[in-house]
C-alpha cells in the first residue's frame, strides 16, 4: 500500500454503488475500513478506457484519489476520492462507440447505410443501419459456419497469431484511451455531435 494523490477516472449513475448520493465536486469521500480490491474502498483508473470497463453509468469524473491505495492492473482502489469535475457523457460515449466501429470498418463489406450512420451520427438512419448490420452479421456467421472445417488448419499459427493480436489491441487500446480523452475534453467545452471523416 502507498499513501499519494493521483489524477485518475471514475463512472458513475445517479448513485454510488452502495445507494449513497455522490458528494459535490471538490469534498473528499473517505472510505472507512479495509481496502479489498473490487469489495471495498473508492476505486478509479489512471486511464480513462479502463475505468469505461467497470462504468455502471455514463456519469464521466475526473477524480483524485488520496491516503493508502492499491492497485491492480487497470484501477486503484483508495481511501480517499474526490470528484474535480463530471459531466454527462451519454453523447460522447455514443460517439466514442462509433468512432471505434469505423476503426474495423475496412474488416467487412459494410453496407452505405451503416457506414454513414457511423460517420455521422444520424438518428433518422440509425434503425436502418442496425438492420443492415445484423443482416451482415448473421451472414458472416453463416459463411464462418460453413468454414468450419477449414479451422482446423489454423491450430498451428494460432499461438503466433495470438502474440500478434495481443500487441495489436494494447495499441488499439492506447488508441482507444487517446481519442476517448479527447472527446471527453471536447465534451467538457460543450460538443455534443461529432462527425468522423474518412481519414478519423
Known amino acids: 500500500m502507498s499513501e499519494r494523490t493521483v489524477l485518475a477516472w471514475h463512472f458513475g ?18 472510505h472507512d475500513g479495509e481496502l479489498v480490491m473490487c ?13 469505461l470497463r467497470y462504468a455502471p453509468g455514463n456519469t464521466i469524473m475526473r477524480v483524485r484519489l488520496g491516503g493508502k491505495m492499491i492497485e491492480d ?3 486503484i482502489d483508495a481511501m480517499r476520492r474526490r470528484i474535480i469535475w463530471r459531466i454527462d457523457g451519454d453523447a460522447v460515449l455514443r460517439a466514442f462507440a462509433r468512432w471505434c466501429a469505423l ?18 451520427g444520424d438518428k433518422s438512419i440509425r434503425n436502418a443501419a442496425k438492420d443492415a448490420a445484423l443482416y451482415g452479421a448473421w451472414n ?12 482446423a488448419a489454423w ?9 500478434i493480436a495481443r500487441a495489436a489491441w494494447a495499441a488499439a487500446w492506447d488508441a482507444q484511451n487517446r481519442q476517448l480523452e479527447k472527446m471527453v475534453g471536447e465534451a467538457r467545452k460543450g460538443r ?3 462527425v468522423f471523416a474518412e481519414d478519423e
Open 73 to 75: 492492473t487497470d484501477k
Open 13 to 30: 449513475s445517479e448513485k454510488m454503488r452502495d445507494g449513497r448520493d455522490f458528494p459535490p465536486d471538490g469534498e473528499w469521500l473517505v
Open 39 to 51: 469489495e471495498s474502498g473508492l476505486h478509479a483508473s489512471l486511464r480513462l478506457i479502463d475505468a
Open 140 to 151: 458472416a456467421a453463416w459463411a464462418t459456419r460453413a468454414a468450419r472445417d477449414v479451422w
Open 192 to 194: 455534443t455531435e461529432w
Open 103 to 120: 476503426q474495423v470498418i475496412d474488416k467487412w463489406d459494410a453496407p452505405d447505410v451503416v457506414v454513414r450512420y457511423l460517420r455521422t
Open 155 to 163: 491450430d498451428a499459427a494460432r499461438d503466433a497469431a495470438r502474440a
